[in-house]
């Protein structure tokens, strides 16, 4: 099974203060995502990654940026956190699809952020 | 580009079929489905790609029509376990994968004894 974990999982910030979610696999998996999960809103793609230092904007990446200095990790940055982005956030990986592989995307257990 | 799911609510009492559709205004390469439990991570169910490959968990039926880029996903004989959000995730035909996915709102699936 492919091995993905988000940290912190729960976080209470108070508004202006910089937060950063940071996604780790365990395999070497190329293209990786951040999601981000709201009432109504369904799943909405922030930023993701298809390499090294190679990342693009999803929907909704105003306020948001993202790094990936090595393969296993891709973190998630608030500059300046806002209530606005008090929301469930999921990282996942993307399988491969050659073969047996189905190419799906494989979620972590999510990081829950309040911002006051 | 979001894709529309409908219905957006479903209920069902167990042994009932349902279908929950997906629809794009964009050409597609791929319509993924995932079931979401609450409280938990979204799980992948199936993935259909344009040339008509199928991905995916025996027990799950879904389609996708690419002239009308639709998909819809069946379940048939409910089961409890089957409750849960469903979305549908897409990625546009660039000549391939772009590996952008986008997901629906969802559609919520209440199975009841």
């Known amino acids: 099974d492919a091995g993905i974990t988000q940290s912190p999982r729960h976080k209470v910030t108070e508004t202006g203060t910089p937060v950063t979610l940071r996604c780790h696999q365990t395999?070497?998996?190329?293209?990786m995502y951040w999601y981000r999960q709201d009432p109504g809103h369904g799943l909405r793609l922030i930023h993701y990654?298809?390499?090294?230092?190679?990342?693009d904007k999803g929907e909704v990446s105003d306020g948001y940026s993202v790094s990936r200095s090595k393969t296993e990790d891709f973190l998630l940055t608030l500059e300046s956190a806002t209530s606005s982005q008090t929301s469930v956030y999921f990282c996942?990986?993307?399988?491969?699809?050659?073969?047996?592989?189905?190419?799906?995307?494989?979620f972590g257990e999510g990081s829950r952020l309040t911002v006051l | 580009q979001q894709p529309v799911q409908s219905p957006q609510a479903v209920i069902l009492r167990e042994g009932e079929d349902a279908v929950i559709n997906c629809s794009s205004s964009k050409a597609l390469y791929s319509v993924h489905w995932y079931r979401q439990k609450h409280g938990e991570a979204p799980v992948f169910l199936m993935i259909?790609?344009?040339?008509?490959e199928q991905k995916g968990h025996e027990k799950i039926s879904a389609s996708f029509n690419e002239k009308k880029q639709q998909s819809s996903l069946y379940l048939t004989a409910s089961q409890l376990s089957y409750s849960g959000t469903y979305f549908c995730g897409t990625e546009m035909d660039s000549g391939g994968s772009n590996y952008k996915l986008t997901f629906g709102k969802g559609t919520l699936l209440t199975v009841n004894p």
């Open positions: 395999e070497n998996h190329r293209y």
């Open positions: 996942a990986i993307r399988l491969g699809l050659a073969g047996p592989d189905t190419g799906e995307l494989f």
């Open positions: 990654s298809y390499g090294v230092k190679d990342t």
């Open positions: 259909l790609l344009k040339g008509g």
